[in-house]
């Protein structure tokens, strides 16, 4: 990619990030006979599908100086509002769809007005934002509700196939699109170039006459559409609403994008970088379950340690960069 | 010079703020293809008339008329869109984006697909080739030294199609050849018709590169001149106000007995420098004796202060105290060697307003000690009261909110908080900044008489007169080198600033 140019020195982690990864899955092809086919690598796409586009989401968040915690609740609150909809009053899949995202982008909306206007700061703010949207999953069911209605299981069990073994799930393809256009965005267009500036530094980027106030505010519009899209694919691969779905998910938003490069002070990172955090997460949950003998916990272990690994990576960049001049 | 028209004109201009009169009647005009050299004092309202100008600040009255129209541009963008362009002291672009897109953003090239990246790096190239730059703009700024920001941040100031150009101190940070290369740029600007607003504090340099000065005093416009009509003496005198050949500053000789000066000092600094900061200095600094550090605005009197108490890590020379060398890396390392240091921002980094006199005046004293040395409250009365006895601080008791005490008497309580742990050195920066004249005339007192006691003391101020009149031995700066030492007795305030003014004496 061509703009992969412009951040040259700072590529180091997403190439580190990449080098990982490949280490991972050649682990795996090496250890396990059945782990290098095209499918297993399709399913990390699959199986984090939702995550990917959530992160895609935070990672702008993040890119601006900001923090989304929300994103998990948004997403627990989305399959809710899907899965009554669909079950409790028979709704169509094209009426409940655009709603659920209007639903995101207003709690992406209420949060960037709260800090950008009130000058709040990003933390609380969606922390509120998070129990806020957890606390009303209860209150349309304190229940997981399961979906039956035949629209949503036959898109749940839709697989497009890539070549003679390998297929695709719906979920997959709307992450990989989610993806490419969030690298547009952040490269190709005067928002995404404007959400690096303000995380650069907003002083300048406000004294250099960009629409400061609009951006901040659209990032986090932008995370809730991410949430709310994230939350219709989870209630696709989980074909159920439930209150206590994406637990935590926030924080595998954060590592991912963290993993991935974006630094989280601000205005360092790409889109693309989160693919592969992404994707690293799924390989170490994919090498978890191919063993077998692993509890899934050991997933949260190796993720513990990557994220120290990265920010001491990152750090030491850092600092190598102020040491030369 | 030419009869010409000029390009930008303001006149009459009057800014209040709450209870100073800022501008008074200020004017100011600048030329098309002239370098325009803003001059005055802090405090001269320089930077009002330039918020002013540029949108920041709305004037109270007075007129600006850009080509012939008038104009009252009502923030920075609108005075941009009109074609006055600013580039401030501290470089106001994103590291972490490229160089290209620094120059660019909010205004980017578009094509179908978006930003057209292409177009943007030629055009970028082209920017900077225009001011003799030739860099890989698609590398981000943070990788180049702060004088090619410096000329990113003047491209992008200028791609707006600006007719004026305003610099603020574009040189405070750059090095001598950096300097060179600015002033270059401004060559070719001033060749393409541009006019230019330049306000620095280096004397040298607004005779390098300035066509026109304009001086300010007070908020008042003091007269403007053709550079080279104005000897340097003269600049500086219409920038103090005062006839300095004929200004007889009768110095207040007292009868004091200056230590034998073989003695060895108590601190000697040898080539003790900064890079970009402060060229390398010598100074000795001897107990029972006060040291002025003479020098207008912005010749490293500060900078100098700093480095010596560790604030600023040196780059370069070497500290002894009483014969030893010492290497004073931090505050902490220059307090524990009898050093204190009572500084220029009072408010911001001086007293804690809300706390009492006794705890503002225990607080370095406490620090010292450290946390488990606690001194009782009764202890720390009979110090604080103490203080305020020798002091003379004006207060009921010593238990009142320092913030209550005027300005004076919250210094007074400065000097006690460094006096209550003992130094053996004491700098003080601007500790006259901002109060009465007959507070100035105590604290300049009370700092003889510490001096007196045996303590080693550097004194820092604006203001000539005061220097002369504390100062046994006086160090004269000028664009952040030292250019002189003068004993006190033989200084007056004509021959330090003829030595600022260089050599004309």
């Given at each position: 990619?061509?703009?992969?140019?412009?951040?040259?020195?700072?590529?180091?982690?997403?190439?580190?990030?990449?080098?990982?990864?490949?280490?991972?899955f050649?682990?795996?092809?090496?250890?396990?006979?059945?782990?290098?086919?095209?499918?297993v690598?399709?399913?990390?796409?699959?199986?984090?599908?939702?995550?990917l586009?959530?992160?895609?989401?935070?990672?702008?968040?993040?890119l601006?100086?900001?923090?989304?915690?929300?994103?998990?609740?948004?997403?627990?609150?989305?399959?809710?509002?899907?899965?009554?909809?669909?079950?409790?009053?028979?709704?169509?899949?094209?009426?409940?769809?655009?709603?659920?995202?209007?639903?995101?982008?207003?709690?992406?909306?209420?949060?960037?007005?709260l800090?950008?206007?009130?000058?709040m700061?990003?933390f609380?703010?969606?922390?509120?934002?998070?129990?806020l949207?957890?606390?009303?999953?209860?209150?349309?069911?304190?229940?997981?509700?399961?979906?039956t209605?035949?629209t949503?299981?036959?898109?749940?069990?839709?697989?497009?196939?890539?070549?003679?073994?390998?297929?695709?799930?719906?979920?997959?393809?709307?992450?990989?699109?989610?993806l490419?256009?969030?690298?547009?965005?952040?490269?190709?267009?005067?928002f995404g170039?404007?959400?690096?500036?303000?995380?650069g530094?907003?002083?300048?980027?406000?004294?250099?006459?960009?629409?400061?106030?609009?951006?901040?505010?659209?990032?986090?519009?932008?995370?809730g559409?991410?949430?709310?899209?994230?939350?219709?694919?989870?209630?696709?691969?989980?074909?159920?609403?439930?209150?206590?779905?994406?637990?935590?998910?926030?924080?595998d938003?954060?590592?991912?994008?963290?993993?991935?490069?974006?630094?989280?002070?601000?205005?360092?990172?790409f889109v693309?970088?989160?693919?592969?955090?992404v994707?690293?997460?799924?390989?170490?949950?994919?090498?978890?379950?191919f063993?077998?003998?692993?509890?899934?916990?050991?997933?949260?272990?190796?993720?513990?340690?990557?994220?120290?690994l990265?920010?001491l990576?990152?750090?030491?960049?850092e600092?190598?960069?102020?040491?030369?001049? | 010079?030419?009869?010409?028209?000029?390009?930008?004109?303001?006149?009459g201009?009057?800014?209040?703020?709450?209870?100073?009169?800022?501008?008074?009647?200020a004017q100011?005009?600048?030329?098309?293809?002239?370098?325009?050299?803003?001059?005055g004092?802090?405090?001269?309202?320089?930077?009002?008339?330039i918020?002013?100008?540029?949108?920041?600040?709305?004037?109270?009255?007075?007129s600006?008329?850009?080509?012939?129209?008038?104009?009252?541009?009502?923030?920075?963008?609108?005075?941009?869109?009109?074609?006055?362009s600013?580039?401030y002291?501290?470089?106001?672009?994103?590291?972490?984006?490229?160089?290209a897109?620094?120059i660019?953003?909010?205004?980017?090239?578009?094509?179908?697909?978006?930003?057209?990246?292409?177009?943007?790096?030629?055009?970028?190239?082209a920017?900077l080739?225009?001011?003799?730059?030739?860099?890989?703009?698609?590398?981000?700024?943070?990788?180049?030294?702060?004088?090619?920001?410096?000329?990113a941040?003047?491209?992008?100031?200028?791609?707006?199609?600006?007719?004026?150009?305003?610099l603020?101190?574009?040189?405070?940070?750059?090095?001598?050849?950096?300097?060179?290369?600015?002033?270059?740029?401004?060559?070719?600007?001033?060749?393409?018709?541009?006019?230019?607003?330049f306000?620095?504090?280096?004397?040298?340099?607004?005779?390098?590169?300035?066509?026109?000065?304009?001086?300010?005093?007070?908020?008042?416009?003091?007269?403007?001149?053709?550079?080279?009509?104005?000897?340097?003496i003269?600049?500086?005198?219409k920038?103090?106000?005062?006839?300095?050949d004929?200004?007889?500053?009768?110095?207040q000789?007292?009868?004091?007995?200056?230590?034998?000066?073989?003695?060895?000092?108590?601190?000697?600094?040898?080539?003790?420098?900064?890079?970009?900061?402060?060229?390398?200095?010598?100074?000795?600094?001897?107990?029972?004796q006060?040291l002025?550090?003479?020098?207008?605005?912005?010749?490293?009197?500060?900078e100098?202060?700093?480095?010596i108490?560790?604030?600023d890590?040196?780059?370069?020379?070497?500290?002894?105290?009483?014969?030893?060398s010492?290497?004073?890396?931090?505050?902490?390392?220059?307090?524990?060697?009898?050093?204190?240091?009572?500084s220029?921002?009072?408010?911001?980094?001086?007293?804690v307003?809300?706390?009492?006199i006794?705890?503002?005046i225990?607080?370095?004293?406490?620090?010292?000690?450290?946390?488990?040395?606690?001194?009782?409250?009764?202890?720390q009365?009979?110090?604080a009261?103490?203080?305020?006895?020798?002091?003379?601080?004006?207060?009921?008791?010593?238990?009142?909110p320092?913030?209550?005490?005027?300005?004076?008497?919250?210094?007074?309580?400065?000097?006690?908080?460094w006096?209550?742990?003992?130094?053996?050195?004491?700098?003080?920066?601007?500790?006259?900044?901002?109060?009465?004249?007959?507070?100035k005339?105590?604290?300049?007192?009370?700092v003889?008489?510490?001096?007196?006691?045996?303590?080693?003391?550097?004194?820092?101020?604006?203001?000539?007169?005061?220097v002369?009149?504390?100062?046994?031995?006086?160090?004269?700066?000028?664009?952040?080198?030292?250019?002189?030492?003068?004993?006190?007795?033989?200084?007056?305030?004509?021959?330090?600033?003829?030595?600022?003014?260089?050599?004309?004496?």
């Open positions: 990619m061509k703009a992969m140019r412009y951040i040259n020195p700072r590529t180091l982690p997403l190439v580190v990030t990449t080098a990982l990864f490949i280490l991972l050649g682990f795996g092809a090496v250890s396990y006979d059945a782990f290098l086919s095209p499918q690598f399709v399913n990390l796409i699959i199986d984090n599908g939702f995550l586009v959530v992160a895609v989401g935070m990672t702008f968040v993040i601006a100086g900001g923090i989304d915690l929300s994103v998990g609740s948004v997403v627990a609150l989305s399959t809710m509002v899907t899965a009554a909809l669909v079950q409790h009053h028979h709704w169509s899949i094209w009426a409940i769809t655009p709603l659920v995202l209007i639903i995101g982008c207003a709690f992406g909306l209420l949060h960037g007005v800090i950008q206007v009130f000058r700061q990003p609380i703010v969606t922390l509120g934002g998070m129990f949207a957890r606390g009303l999953c209860y209150l349309i069911s304190i229940d997981s509700i399961s979906i209605d035949p949503y299981t036959a898109l749940s069990e839709y697989r497009l196939p890539l070549g003679a073994e390998t297929a695709i799930s719906l979920s997959g393809v709307i992450a990989i699109v989610t490419l256009v969030g690298v547009y965005i952040a490269h190709y267009t005067r170039r404007t959400v690096y500036a303000i995380g530094n907003e002083r300048s980027a406000l004294l250099m006459g960009l629409p400061v106030a609009r951006t901040k505010i659209l990032v986090y519009v932008l995370s559409f991410c949430s709310a899209l994230g939350g219709i694919l989870v209630t696709l691969y989980m074909l159920s609403g439930y209150g206590l779905h994406a637990i935590g998910f926030e924080m938003a954060i590592a991912a994008a963290v993993i991935g490069g974006t630094l989280l002070t601000g205005g360092v990172g693309a970088g989160t693919l592969v955090g994707m690293i997460l799924g390989v170490i949950q994919s090498l978890i379950a063993d077998g003998s692993l509890s899934s916990w050991w997933t949260r272990i190796a993720i513990g340690f990557l994220l120290f990265f920010c990576l990152q750090r030491l960049l600092r190598s960069k102020l040491g030369k001049k | 010079m030419a009869e010409q028209q000029p390009i930008l004109q303001m006149q201009i009057h800014k209040r703020f709450p209870g100073v009169v800022a501008l008074n009647d100011l005009r600048l030329f098309p293809g002239e370098v325009h050299a803003l001059m004092q802090n405090g001269a309202g320089k930077s009002t008339l918020k002013v100008l540029t949108g920041v600040e709305s004037c109270d009255a007075g600006i008329t850009l080509a012939g129209k008038p104009i009252r541009a009502e923030s920075v963008l609108e005075a941009q869109a009109l074609g006055i600013t580039v002291q501290e470089v106001n672009l994103c590291l972490n984006l490229s160089v897109e620094n660019f953003i909010g205004r980017f090239p578009m094509s179908r697909f978006g930003i057209d990246w292409k177009t943007l790096q030629t055009k970028a190239m920017a080739a225009a001011l003799n730059v030739d860099i890989d703009v698609t590398l981000p700024l943070s990788s180049y030294p702060v004088a090619i920001q410096q000329m941040a003047i491209a992008r100031a200028l791609s707006t199609d600006a007719q004026v150009l305003i603020d101190e574009p040189t405070s940070s750059l090095d001598e050849d950096e300097v060179g290369r600015l002033f270059d740029a401004l060559r070719r600007l001033k060749a393409r018709g541009i006019a230019i607003l306000v620095t504090h280096f004397l040298d340099q607004t005779y390098a590169i300035s066509d026109r000065i304009t001086v300010l005093r007070n908020g008042e416009f003091e007269g403007e001149y053709a550079a080279a009509e104005l000897p340097r003269q600049l500086i005198s920038m103090v106000g005062r006839d300095i004929e200004a007889a500053f009768a110095r000789a007292g009868a004091e007995i200056a230590p034998a000066e073989d003695e060895a000092p108590f601190l000697a600094a040898r080539g003790l420098g900064k890079l970009g900061s402060m060229r390398p200095i010598d100074l000795d600094i001897r107990a029972g006060v002025g550090l003479g020098g207008l605005l912005g010749s490293g009197r500060t100098t202060a700093r480095m108490f560790g604030i890590r040196p780059d370069s020379g070497s500290t002894q105290i009483k014969g030893a010492v290497n004073l890396h931090s505050p902490r390392k220059a307090i524990r060697e009898g050093l204190a240091f009572c220029e921002d009072r408010k911001t980094e001086g007293i307003a809300e706390l009492s006794r705890e503002n225990i607080l370095a004293l406490q620090a010292r000690r450290g946390v488990f040395r606690f001194l009782s409250v009764r202890q009365r009979v110090i009261d103490e203080y305020i006895k020798q002091l003379g601080i004006k207060t009921s008791d010593s238990e009142k320092i913030g209550q005490l005027s300005g004076g008497n919250q210094q007074k309580a400065l000097l006690a908080r006096l209550a742990t003992e130094p053996k050195m004491l700098i003080l920066d601007e500790p006259t900044r901002g109060i009465d004249v007959a507070a005339l105590e604290i300049m007192d009370l003889k008489a510490q001096c007196r006691k045996g303590l080693a003391i550097l004194f820092i101020s604006s203001e000539m007169s005061e002369l009149r504390v100062s046994d031995r006086i160090a004269v700066l000028r664009d952040r080198q030292k250019i002189g030492e003068i004993a006190g007795n033989d200084a007056d305030e004509p021959g330090i600033f003829r030595m600022i003014a260089g050599g004309e004496a």
